[in-house]
């Protein structure tokens, strides 16, 4: 009986090795590419370079995205905003079971992150960040409160670093 379980999760183990390896591959299409640099536009709002993708579903439904660089907002400058030898997102398994692409959460590895300020005191993550409620804070919270009434918007859970930099610059 525990040969035959044991038998069970090495056929479970190859089939998700091969499933992410095939998964992996598939990322490597042009179409693929083109929706997964659109969506990183999108979430970035700033013109994004990807070298490549990767996809393991080995330690949970992550994408890989290596040598990423976010192009800067052409008001601030134009070095880049961000540039990271990795960025991992997790996925959220329950987004991908309704047939909708979220993430999770997001680590950067090596990130170097340009914040810029300007002459009228703007700064260049401002447009990034999630909008801050009216009226509504609280003492030492940063960050967005979450809506009592209606569906909430999906946002990240969690960001992590790993080894980064932060430069910050003040544009005349």
């Known amino acids: 009986r525990k040969r035959k379980w044991l038998r069970w999760v090495l056929i479970f183990a190859v089939l998700l090795v091969a499933a992410s390896a095939t998964f992996s591959r598939a990322l490597q299409t ?11 536009v999108a979430s970035f709002g700033r013109p994004v370079d990807v ?5 393991s579903l080995l330690d949970g439904a992550r994408l890989e995205a290596h040598s ?10 134009n070095e880049y ?3 990271a030898e990795t960025l991992t997102a997790g996925l959220r398994w329950q987004a991908l079971l309704s047939g909708r692409f979220e993430f999770g959460s997001l680590t950067l590895s090596r990130p170097s992150l340009n914040l810029v300020r300007d002459a009228e005191g703007h700064w260049n993550i401002e447009h990034w960040l999630p909008p801050v409620p009216s ?9 967005p409160l979450a809506d009592s009434g209606g569906a ?9 670093v790993d080894a980064g930099r932060i430069n910050f610059k003040q544009r005349e």
Request: net charge positive.
């Open 30 to 40: 042009r179409a693929a590419r083109r929706y997964l640099i659109t969506r990183l």
């Open 51 to 55: 070298a490549r993708f990767d996809f």
């Open 68 to 77: 990423v660089t976010v192009a800067e907002d052409p008001a601030f400058g």
């Open 81 to 83: 905003f961000l540039r």
């Open 135 to 143: 009226g509504a804070s609280r003492p030492g919270f940063v960050g």
């Open 152 to 160: 909430q918007a999906a946002r990240l859970a969690r960001i992590d």
